[in-house]
């Protein structure tokens, strides 16, 4: 398993507890070096830790990184056997999963895209919901290695459609964050509190994921704590942009949710949890 962050790190502790032979690498050595304590194999490097492993797992910040990591200079690509299986489950975007698929495959490997969905507690629990591209006998041999993750596991299409289908999921939790930020600020301006909306809004056709889970755990306690940052979700709307520029798709709305998304994140210069977006509202007149 390569890339052991707010995802990673609990998504490795699930596959530690299901499989022996587990070997972990991330570019940050003091991470690594926290499972010392653990059954699993210390990585050196990313190609050693990929040199005999018949699955390696990616979890990494983003297309470029992966790109680097599978098919750059000390790539693990180079040295991985043939016939073992690359299962990418970072949210990257689909037209680079497409090339390095190819040139994996080209060079006698598999490739699966398996980003998730349900932010870190879920990672914690082992309830990912995990959407799955490539081919079919190769999502069946994934499956054991994805349970010990996931809850729900979805086979969505070929290569690189598990990133369109998540990138799309982002593009649309972003835009409920937003709208419910906007909803609980100008009624809070109005004299409504917070916590009563809520109740409401999760009582009624307003309700979503945002206002029912992130706002209660996140946003009223003043935490901002989700383990989700600003700068990957805007990262996640501007590839869920690419796909609508690329079939020509209305995205009217989904272009106004990024530039206010791209404005926060330049603001907190890429360093605060997504959830605080909220904080962004509140503040809207100071900006
Ligand atoms: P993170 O920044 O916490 O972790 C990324 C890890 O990758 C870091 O530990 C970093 O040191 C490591 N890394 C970077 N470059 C590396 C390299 N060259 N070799 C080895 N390791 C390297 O990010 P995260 O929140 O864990 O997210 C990972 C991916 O999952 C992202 O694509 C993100 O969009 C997606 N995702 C995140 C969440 C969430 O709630 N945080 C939820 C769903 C999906």
New binding site residues.
């Given amino acids: 398993m390569?890339?052991?962050?707010?995802?990673?790190k609990p998504m490795a502790h699930n596959l530690l507890q299901a499989h022996d032979h587990v070997t972990v690498?991330?570019?940050?050595e003091a991470?690594t070096k926290e499972f010392k304590s653990t059954n699993a194999i210390i990585g050196e490097s990313?190609q050693k830790a990929a040199a005999g492993a018949d699955v390696v797992i990616l979890?990494?910040?983003?297309s470029q990184?992966v790109e680097?990591?599978v098919l750059g200079e000390q790539g693990i690509s180079q040295e991985m056997k043939k016939g073992s299986l690359i299962i990418d489950m970072?949210?990257?975007a689909p037209s680079s999963t497409k090339i390095i698929a190819e040139e994996v495959e080209n060079n006698g490997l598999y490739f699966l895209d398996a980003?998730?969905?349900g932010?870190?507690k879920k990672a914690v629990s082992g309830e990912l919901t995990i959407m799955v591209g490539g081919d079919e006998s190769q999502y069946e041999r994934s499956l054991n290695v994805l349970e010990p993750m996931g809850k729900e596991i979805f086979h969505v299409g070929k290569v690189s459609s598990g990133h369109t289908m998540k990138a799309l999921n982002n593009l649309l939790s972003a835009a409920h964050f937003l709208a419910t930020s906007e909803v609980l600020v100008a009624g809070n301006k109005a004299g409504l509190e917070p916590e009563k909306m809520l109740e409401v809004i999760n009582a009624s056709t307003g309700r979503n994921h945002s206002s029912e889970t992130k706002f209660p755990n996140f946003v009223l306690n003043r935490e901002f704590n989700?383990?989700?940052?600003m700068d990957?979700i805007t990262?996640?709307i501007e590839l869920a942009l690419e796909i609508t520029k690329e079939f020509k798709t209305p995205a009217f709305l989904s272009s106004t949710v990024y530039e206010v998304w791209r404005l926060a994140n330049k603001l907190s210069e890429g360093k605060y949890d997504h959830t605080e977006m909220a904080k962004f509202c509140e503040n809207w007149g100071d900006v």
């Fill in positions: 390569i890339g052991l962050g707010n995802m990673g690498y991330d570019a940050n991470v990313a979890m990494l910040p983003n990184v680097k990591v970072s949210t990257s980003p998730v969905s932010g870190v989700s383990g989700f940052s990957l990262k996640d």
